[in-house]
Structures are given as C-alpha cells and as structure tokens.
C-alpha cells in the first residue's frame, strides 16, 4: 500500500516565513503567541503570561492579536507556494489552542496574497495625524471584500461623528487616568529602549503630537517632538464587528485586522488599529449605536496618508527561538 507522503515546507522556508509573520501587530506590542510544529502540523498557542490583566482581562485583545499572526502566517507561506489548511479552535479542552495548520503545495498563489506578504515588512502603525487616504472610494470595498470570508463586517464612519468618536476616547482617557493597574500595565509596555518586545519611545507620539490625534489611546509622553505640525488629521476611521462575541470570533476578528493592514500598506496608505474605546462598555454601546445594533464591534482602524518620504523605525520583535519550537 502507498502511504502518502508528508508535505511540508524546507526548514529554510519555514524559517523564513515564520521570521516575516513576527512582524504581525499585537496590542502594545506584546507579541502574545507560542507556535509548536508538532511532526507535519503547525500548532498557534496563546500566551497567558503576556496578558494585559488590567487593559484585557478576558483575553479579547490577547487572541485578535494572535488572529493577525494567525492571517500573517498564512499568508506568508502563501506567497511561498504553500497553501494553509486552518483548523481554529481545535481542542475544546485547551482554549490557549487557537489553531492547528496543515500544509499543501500550492502552484499559483493570487497576485494581491504575493503583494500582501511583501507589505510585511512595511507595515507599522502610524500614530501621528494623517491626511485622508487616497483613492479610498476604491479601496473601500476591496477591505469590505477582504474583512468577509472572516465573517466580520466593516463599517466606515463618516466625519461627522468624529466629535462623538473624540467625546469616548476622553471619556476612556478620563476613566483609566486613576487605574493604577492600568497605568502600570502601560507603562511597562510602552516608552523602553532596547525591548524586544513593547512599544519604543520612536513609535510613541509626544504629549504635543498625541494633541493633534482625537481618537488616539493616551500613552506615555514621549521625548517631545511635533512631527507633522502643519497636518490637520483626516484619517478614515472603520469598524470591525462580528455577529457573536466568543474567542472565535475575536480569532477571525485578528485575520480580517490583519488582513486590512496588508491591503492598505500595499495600497500605500498609513494604518493605526484603536481598541481603547472597546476595551470599555460605554465605547462597545457607541460604536454598535453607530454601526450594526445587533453586532459586537471589537475595534476600530484609522487609515490616511502619511507625508511622503517620511522615515519610520521598524518596532522591536522577539527572537524566533523565544516563540516558536518543534516536537
């Protein structure tokens, strides 16, 4: 009897296209993941330790960040000529088990996958004011047409509810001022040099910079500066919802994140993903008044145009050997 054999990427491709997926975003960069490959199976764990226990406590935002690793992955052995069998929650026992994945050669990859695995390394996250993204009649329903086979809906707002927008992130700004939980979790995360994990002091606004962004989460001062002075910002601003609320959900909630980031980094435009105001009830009850009233909105993305030729700092990552082994 022929046994059929195992396919599998090279430990050069693998390699490869694990290094490129680390650069997949994760809230304040915490990088909340463990990947196991386990014979010809490809296994993503959560990491509980890197829970933010104050910001996240039910691990919402913990396993969308694992979702965009998650999409990143596969679309970086994608562009590799492998296609990605994805089983999500496969161990009802172990919920830290998001996925398992198997591996098929793959002789023709679409063109937009191949452009979205080279955007990797391009990606970041722009905190800074932008100016209205170009072309966005366009590229709005091709993110709509991306967001879907993850079953989550994206909705753009219009400017005229930014001011309400403007009034939740005060709001949450005010009500996490006094946490000092929060604000020790925050300040661990964010403003140290060196880290390889976190968010560096370059990819922090100053007080200055943070004052001309609205709908910005309130981080630690950065070293004072006033990049774009002269930029009113006009960034889009979109919502991800989905119809249910369970960590399914928020698994596809990363992919479809994911996703919109590559497309828009492809399509040259700045991205920032907020998940401030959904980290509070009033903020999820706004967004769904503005959305869909039956849906759970889980965050929202500005996306604008940033000034050309403007250099950015590539945010930290761990080493491969401290998120990924082999049984």
């Known amino acids: 009897m022929n046994v059929p054999s195992v396919a599998i990427p090279d430990r050069h ?14 809230v304040h960069n915490t990088q909340p993941w463990r990947w196991v490959l386990d014979g010809d199976v490809l296994n993503l764990y959560a990491d509980t330790d890197r829970l933010l226990t104050a910001a996240d406590p039910l ?21 590799r000529g492998w296609h990605t069998d994805t089983l999500r929650m496969p161990t009802p026992s172990d919920p830290t088990h998001l996925a398992e994945i198997r591996f098929r050669p793959w002789d023709s990859p679409p063109a937009g996958l191949i452009s979205r695995a080279a955007a990797m390394t391009e990606r970041h996250t722009d905190r800074l004011p932008m100016n209205p993204p170009e072309d966005w009649e366009a590229l709005l329903p091709h993110l709509r047409m991306l ?29 996490r001022h006094h946490d000092m939980m929060y ?14 994990e976190g968010i560096p002091p370059t990819a922090l606004p100053s007080d200055a910079e943070a004052a001309q962004v609205s709908l ?38 990363g992919e479809a994140l994911s996703a919109v980031l590559l497309e828009c980094t492809v399509a040259g435009q700045s991205t920032c993903a907020l998940t401030h105001i959904t980290e509070l009830p009033t903020g999820r009850h706004l967004l769904t008044s503005l959305t869909h009233p039956t849906y759970k909105p889980q965050l929202m993305i500005r996306i604008g145009k940033a000034p050309a030729d403007e250099p950015w700092q590539s945010t930290p990552r761990r080493l491969l050997s401290e998120f990924f082994t082999t049984r």
Do not use: K, N
């Open 13 to 26: 491709t693998l390699l490869e296209a694990m290094r490129r997926a680390s650069r997949a975003p994760s």
């Open 59 to 79: 691990g919402r935002q913990l396993i969308i960040s694992c979702g965009a690793i998650l999409h990143h992955v596969r679309t970086a052995f994608g562009a």
């Open 147 to 175: 967001t879907s086979p993850h079953y989550v809906e994206l909705d753009a707002l219009t400017d005229d509810l930014r001011p309400r927008l403007a009034a939740a992130t005060e709001q949450a700004t005010a009500l």
């Open 183 to 196: 604000q020790a979790e925050i300040g661990w995360w964010a403003g140290h040099s060196g880290a390889p």
């Open 216 to 253: 910005g989460r309130r981080f630690p001062s950065a070293p004072h500066s006033m990049r774009r002075a002269d930029t009113e910002d006009r960034a889009r601003v979109v919502v991800l919802s989905t119809e249910f609320d369970s960590p399914a959900d928020w698994l596809h909630t």
